[in-house]
């Protein structure tokens, strides 16, 4: 194995961040090298070896004494780590023929179709509105023309998804490739066409987390998985597992398991093979679907809380205004500074759950504020007219004329109406598992809330205590979409995609799946 410290040194020299110059760290070399030794010998010799994202050739003379390659081919678009690589992988493969070249991998590799047998990897991790427009549509129009469309699930597939498209472009049926990806490949709504794809075109023969940092890349935080795929022949049937693996100094091999038959609930989410007790739990969950104890929510009765531009002038009380006195028509103000008074209408004044830690308890009876919520058209008088002058003249409001201009004042009126973010059970858009008691809220009468909840409508009280039950934590901590170690979140797909009791079943909240192992 070669591998220099200038190849590392030398991404000081571009900007990493535009063109995503994070290299494969020591951590990820050696996992790629674990997976390339379980392949056969005789299916490393006399290939065409090829990394089209190759940095400064990490990956390439990294396997330098496990692959015996008759050709190497490497693109990189940064000219001086290009051009380290290209010495080193010459010096690397010195009975080989190497072609190593500057400039976009797109464009140098689109020509290799079906050209090569083994590819090691790390896809630029570049977010997709940096790039120019018309480069942008410029790719999207070659692989939808190519066939890749269906499985380009949005129109912002970021160059990692389409990275992995070009290497299964370059590669020849039967070929190998091991490549490091973000972990939000395969739980986010851009890397669903791409799973759909590998299932139905490759064998993914192992994935890997790494245990002892989030990243396989130097430099990078995001999380991210190494995967080995093999590309099918025509008409071949797949393989029958996958090695899932975690590395903390050395492959640990977890267990295996076909993705082909994963439950709804962890093919969402294979970030969750690596949960302690989530593939019971998910199977768990689909067994109480089958018997009608648990059921789907259907769209539509899930909606994010409203978003507010200017929380300081639209929701009361605030930093500077308080609630002095409450009648059955109006709420009258005082000033925290200058003690002065306004009284709002109460026809304008919606009251709305504000942030999650505002409350102590799972049951809200009063939620403390008030959004407000003026229609277009209402003449501006009396305490109503002076508090939005004071807005404007203080600022407050700032945020949502910058937003929508002369219509800044109805935006949350325009929100209510269009959304209808109202409802009885209200569940946290992130929680901190290790510290948080309550996951979900219940008000005995209808409130709405920001965009920190996601509103349930028609939940009753049996529902909210699902969402605290132990069950409902365990299902959050094998399925949700970790932000840290504790930190994690649901959005309103995964609650779609998450069975809850039925109704007939509302009493066996507790009963119906017994809570996973605790999660650290």
């Not at 290299?23 to 065409?48: F, I, K």
Request: hydrophobic share 40%; with cysteine.
């Amino acid at each position: 194995m070669r591998l220099a410290a200038s190849q590392y040194e030398v991404q000081r020299l571009v900007d990493r961040e535009a063109t995503s110059s994070y290299y494969t760290s020591p951590d990820g070399v050696e996992v790629v090298r674990a997976l390339l030794s379980q392949l056969p010998e005789q299916s490393r010799q006399g290939v065409v070896l090829a990394d089209p994202f190759m940095g400064s050739g990490v990956l390439l003379t990294a396997v330098d004494d496990l692959v015996r390659p008759s050709k190497v081919v490497g693109f990189e678009i940064n000219e001086a780590p290009c051009n380290l690589g290209r010495r080193l992988v010459a010096e690397a493969y010195p009975g080989a023929e190497v072609d190593v070249r500057c400039g976009d991998a797109f464009e140098l590799g689109w020509r290799l179709r079906g050209s090569v047998d083994l590819v090691v990897t790390n896809p630029p991790f570049v977010r997709w509105l940096r790039l120019p427009k018309s480069y942008r549509e410029g790719l999207l129009e070659r692989f939808e023309a190519a066939g890749y469309g269906p499985y380009i699930s949005r129109r912002d597939p970021g160059l990692h998804i389409l990275g992995l498209l070009l290497v299964d472009r370059m590669l020849r049926d039967g070929g190998v490739a091991v490549s490091v990806l973000p972990a939000s490949t395969f739980y986010t709504e851009q890397g669903e066409g791409l799973k759909r794809f590998l299932k139905l075109r490759y064998d993914v023969a192992a994935i890997v987390e790494n245990g002892r940092a989030p990243s396989f890349s130097d430099g990078s935080g995001f999380k991210e998985l190494i995967v080995l795929l093999r590309k099918r022949r025509p008409f071949e049937p797949p393989s029958g597992s996958t090695a899932v693996y975690r590395y903390a100094g050395s492959l640990e091999r977890l267990y295996d398991v076909s993705l082909r038959g994963l439950p709804r609930l962890l093919d969402r989410n294979w970030l969750s093979l690596f949960k302690p007790g989530a593939v019971e739990l998910a199977r768990a969950l689909e067994e109480g679907v089958k018997s009608g104890r648990l059921r789907y929510l259907r769209r539509g009765e899930v909606v994010r809380g409203v978003e507010m531009y200017g929380p300081d002038f639209f929701f009361l009380p605030n930093r500077y205004w308080s609630v002095a006195r409450e009648s059955d028509g109006a709420v009258v103000l005082s000033n925290v500074g200058s003690g002065d008074e306004v009284e709002l209408p109460k026809k304008y004044l919606v009251p709305c759950l504000r942030r999650p830690g505002d409350y102590r308890s799972p049951v809200v009876e009063d939620p403390g504020y008030y959004a407000l919520a003026v229609p277009p058209g209402v003449r501006l008088e009396g305490g109503l007219r002076a508090y939005v002058e004071w807005g404007l003249r203080s600022g407050a409001a700032a945020p949502a004329v910058k937003a929508f201009g002369s219509g800044w004042l109805s935006h949350i009126w325009r929100q209510l109406r269009a959304k209808e973010p109202f409802g009885h059970v209200f569940i946290r858009d992130k929680l901190d598992l290790a510290r948080d008691d309550v996951v979900a809220y219940y008000s005995p009468r209808p409130l709405c809330a920001t965009k920190d909840f996601y509103v349930i409508r028609g939940g009753g009280r049996e529902l909210a205590e699902w969402y605290n039950s132990e069950t409902f934590r365990a299902v959050l901590a094998a399925f949700g979409r970790d932000i840290s170690s504790t930190w994690t979140r649901f959005v309103e797909s995964d609650l779609l995609a998450v069975p809850v009791p039925s109704p007939r079943a509302a009493t066996e909240v507790q009963a119906i799946i017994p809570p996973g192992p605790p999660h650290h």
